[in-house]
């Protein structure tokens, strides 16, 4: 089987997509930049293409099938990236993988702690030799109503975490889990978590159906000061709706590993440029925001689950077996 993988990361990833090609028996076509209509044609003659976050477009799904392309694997969780009503028209299929959610969970438990705590602040503030008080005063964690909207394998483990830290837990998902029982009471809605709940940690895919789902309306229900964290996807919150909430005072604090339209600006060195993504600029000028380059996921074993996965999914489906990563 031959598969071409785009945006090749030889500094993490090249380890990992050497040792599991020869396992698998794969020959590898790669190109270090994302894939595009310039750099489609590199494609041609493989049967599998592996992508990060790059945006496929329709135009790029079609020029991929011309190609021969049967099968489009995202090394990523998420696949909103790429148009599936695109695939789905002319016959591409689409995979994702899966990899371990301690990542992520643990991820979340820092930006919840640093959040609380009013990391960001202290920090500056050692760094210029100010060691004072006044301002720098934080939370304890067991004194909050935390929801967790979205309970799959990331929220589930997130929502064990929080369990260690004796907080009062309420969660949401269309999908209920029993092993979240354990820990966390299910509401009926999700208004119940704005209304209840001092800190909402989000944790569920983008689709339409809930993009802007935490916007000025949403806000409006939340208790004063309530802490958003979001590690899952950018559009889930309303950027705007968020600054505004941050600038009355709504909204007390926020961890964000996401955020809209990043597409293009995370993963690159930028330092000599001038960013055009002014929101951005905005929350991270706000003391009480911590904003990282959506880099949850990343640890040893989820790069290696990622590589290892992208390639099996296409090893699956090329000997006809059952996929479990496919997006149906």
């Known amino acids: 089987m031959k598969l071409f993988v785009y945006s090749y990361r ?11 090609s020869k396992e698998y028996g794969v020959e590898l076509g790669i190109c270090h930049q994302g894939p ?4 489609a044609h590199l494609a041609e003659g493989y049967d599998y293409i592996s992508i990060l976050t790059s945006k496929i477009n329709a135009a790029l799904v079609r020029r991929f099938r011309e190609l021969g392309v049967k099968m489009i694997s995202t090394r990523t969780i998420g696949y909103d990236h790429i148009d599936l009503d695109a695939a789905r028209a002319c016959g591409m299929k689409v995979s994702n993988v899966t990899y371990s959610p301690e990542c992520v969970a643990d991820y979340t438990m820092l930006l919840i702690l640093m959040s609380i705590r009013k990391m960001k602040r202290i920090l500056q503030r050692a760094e210029l030799n100010d060691f004072s008080l006044p301002g720098i005063q934080g939370g304890e964690l067991h004194n909050f109503t935390v929801g967790v909207i979205g ?3 990331i ?3 997130v929502i064990r975490d929080l369990s260690g830290f004796g907080c009062k837990i309420y969660a949401y998902d269309v999908y209920r889990s029993e092993s979240v029982k354990e820990y966390a009471d299910y509401v009926e809605n999700v208004q119940e978590i704005y209304q209840k709940c001092d800190l909402i940690t989000l944790h569920m895919p983008l689709f339409e159906s809930n993009f802007h789902m935490i916007d000025e309306k949403a806000m409006a229900q939340m208790k004063d000061g309530v802490v958003l964290i979001n590690t899952a996807r950018g559009g889930l919150i309303d950027t705007k709706a968020l600054i505004k909430g941050l600038e009355t ?3 007390g604090a926020a961890g964000l590993d996401v955020i809209e339209d990043e597409f293009g600006l995370y993963y690159k060195d930028l330092k000599s440029k001038c960013l055009s993504k002014h929101d951005l600029c ?6 009480n925001v911590v904003v990282t380059p959506h880099m949850a996921f990343y640890t040893d074993q989820a790069v290696s689950d990622m590589v290892k996965n992208s390639i099996l999914s296409c090893c699956l489906n090329e000997r006809g077996e059952e996929n479990p990563w496919e997006v149906k």
């Open 10 to 20: 030889t500094f993490d990833e090249d380890v990992y997509f050497r040792e599991f």
């Open 36 to 39: 595009s209509m310039e750099n």
């Open 151 to 153: 309970t799959g394998k």
């Open 155 to 157: 929220g589930q483990a």
């Open 249 to 251: 005072g709504k909204v």
């Open 282 to 287: 905005i929350l991270r000028s706000f003391p």
